[in-house]
């Protein structure tokens, strides 16, 4: 059964229609942002003067965008746009400030929409906010779900063992070679098409070869996520500039202005699971019916339980409404967990940029993230690279550091530098609230309220899982110990700190490294091994992450 998922944009969201707006095609008037409806517009001005009017309004913006291609740089354009609009067409064209007034007065018959703005002008194109076919504003579900699909696979990686992470480790220098000096788009987005379907893909059986590239054997498309509702955009819109900040210079305003869903609207979403292929996915594979692991949903059994956090066989044992809620709690809690890691990459920035010219806007921003909520998303455009990748899930291991630098330079022609990984990306796109008062805000950060409570969600993951504990305990350990199962008791900074089973040593806490503190949970159960030994007083000193599933 679908639950309603409450979403909250925290700041600015903008999800493009593909389109951008040219100066004529709107009038900012009287606080609000007026998109035309070019049609209406020329029934207007027919009534007014005739079909003359209608022939010196083609011939203005043929010669008027012949003028923009002809313009020798961007400051040229800017002043190109600034004059191309309906108004000074009317009042310098038509020479009619009669006509210009009676505009104004109808501006709501001759729009498709208005959303407030606090700029009287742009000289810049307007990206074009997505919007039903009546013009209201709402969250496509798609773009939600993408976000959702990053998230899980960033809870993947993080729980990875390290025998799975020197398999993709190799993947990747194998694809950055195959790659050349090329990478497309998909790459760019997640690292690698491999990554994508190592992780969610099943495979096929096809001429005798196995496909690991059919979407229609994605794991993720059991999860089913509606458009939000929409609203009209006089209500929830807000079209607002954009600039580009980097750490102690001044903001250049390199970035379009947008259209967007203002901070603190609120829309709804249906999220759930169709899961009766995972209820019956046990049986079939044991009976092989209908070629069921060896022709197809090859890979089936493994790929589920590292992607939802349990085996089929418990899938199969579960009530269709109790399964639902198991698998929603997992895809929240890997929105959470990534939440928390890009919030910690956002406040990094803040941190490297309290000093020169944007010592105040970092200090205004880390309060800004310090009361943002855990469970929330990064969408739409502007939401910067960490967060359509599984970047943050990476970047802190030190096998990785290599391809990751080389994957960034060819990515975006970077020059090599030993910080690379803790500082890219460097500059930040911020939404500018406000003509001249300058208060900005980082793009599209949005809270999912679930219908339940974090707290709930981890009582009774913890009820549920509940066994005896005697079998997770060991007597003793040496200087190569392995498997050894502990519990996260601080996960503030790293290393993280843990208690460990092992008997006689209980009541003690180590360090323990090989994971980011920001992808553990207090509480959580990992499996470690010992990374440091005193030998004098023969004990260990520091652990190291096996996997962070048990």
């Not at 993947?156 to 480790?169: I, M, P, Q, S, Y």
């Not at 829309?267 to 197809?296: P, Y």
């Not at 406000?434 to 208060?439: A, F, I, K, L, R």
């Not at 208690?499 to 207090?522: D, K, Q, T």
Request: hydrophobic residues 40%; aromatic residues 10%; negative net charge.
């Amino acid at each position: 059964m679908p639950v309603t998922l409450k979403l909250i944009t925290r700041s600015p969201l903008h999800i493009g229609s593909g389109h951008e707006l040219e100066s004529f095609e709107y009038i900012i008037h009287d606080g609000f942002f007026w998109r035309l409806d070019i049609n209406r517009v020329m029934a207007f001005l027919l009534d007014e003067i005739g079909e003359e009017a209608l022939e010196r309004f083609s011939s203005w913006i043929e010669r008027e965008t012949e003028r923009l291609a002809d313009a020798r740089n961007n400051r040229e354009q800017a002043e190109i746009r600034r004059s191309l609009t309906l108004r000074t067409f009317v009042r310098g064209e038509l020479g009619r400030p009669d006509l210009d007034a009676r505009l104004l007065q109808q501006l709501q018959s001759l729009s498709r929409y208005a959303m407030r703005t606090s700029f009287s002008e742009f000289r810049q194109l307007v990206r074009e906010q997505l919007k039903d076919p009546d013009g209201r504003l709402y969250i496509p579900g798609s773009s939600l779900k993408g976000a959702l699909r990053t998230c899980l696979l960033y809870q993947v990686l993080v729980e990875a063992d390290e025998k799975t992470h020197r398999r993709w480790l190799a993947e990747l220098r194998d694809s950055l070679e195959r790659a050349g000096r090329s990478l497309n788009r998909r790459e760019r987005v997640f690292f690698s098409r491999w990554l994508e379907e190592d992780v969610f893909y099943c495979g096929v059986r096809k001429k005798g070869k196995v496909s690991w590239r059919d979407a229609q054997f994605d794991l993720l498309k059991f999860l089913r996520i509606s458009d939000s509702n929409s609203v009209a955009a006089d209500e929830i819109g807000v079209v607002t500039d954009v600039e580009i900040f980097l750490p102690g210079a001044e903001p250049q305003p390199q970035a379009p202005p947008v259209e967007a869903l203002e901070a603190g609207a609120e829309l709804q979403a249906q999220v759930g699971f169709d899961v009766s292929f995972f209820r019956e996915a046990h049986r079939l594979l044991a009976r092989g019916e209908q070629g069921m692991g060896t022709d197809i949903w090859i890979g089936l059994p493994e790929k589920f339980q590292r992607l939802y956090g349990l085996t089929l066989e418990e899938a199969a044992a579960m009530e269709a409404e109790e399964l639902e809620r198991r698998l929603l709690e997992r895809v929240r809690k890997a929105a959470r967990n990534f939440g928390r890691a890009l919030k910690a990459f956002e406040k990094e920035w803040c941190r490297r940029a309290e000093r020169g010219s944007t010592l105040q806007q970092a200090r205004r921003l880390q309060r800004f993230y310090d009361e943002l909520p855990d469970d929330c998303l990064r969408l739409g455009w502007g939401s910067g690279f960490a967060a359509v990748t599984v970047y943050l899930a990476l970047r802190e291991k030190p096998a990785w550091k290599e391809p990751l630098q080389n994957l960034l330079h060819r990515l975006f022609s970077l020059k090599e530098r030993e910080d690379l990984l803790q500082t890219f990306p460097t500059s930040r796109r911020m939404a500018i609230d406000g003509e001249g008062t300058m208060v900005e805000e980082p793009m599209g950060w949005v809270e999912l309220e679930w219908p339940w409570s974090a707290t709930e969600a981890a009582a009774t993951t913890e009820e549920e899982t509940a066994e005896d504990e005697s079998d997770l305990w060991v007597d003793q350990i040496g200087p190569n110990s392995q498997d050894i199962i502990a519990e996260v008791v601080d996960n503030s900074r790293a290393p993280f700190t843990i208690r460990i089973f092992v008997r006689g040593l209980e009541n003690e806490r180590f360090p323990c490294g090989g994971a980011s503190h920001r992808a553990i949970e207090v509480g959580q159960r990992i499996r470690v091994k010992v990374s440091q030994w005193n030998k004098k007083a023969g004990r260990p000193t520091m652990f190291s992450v096996q996997s962070i599933r048990v």
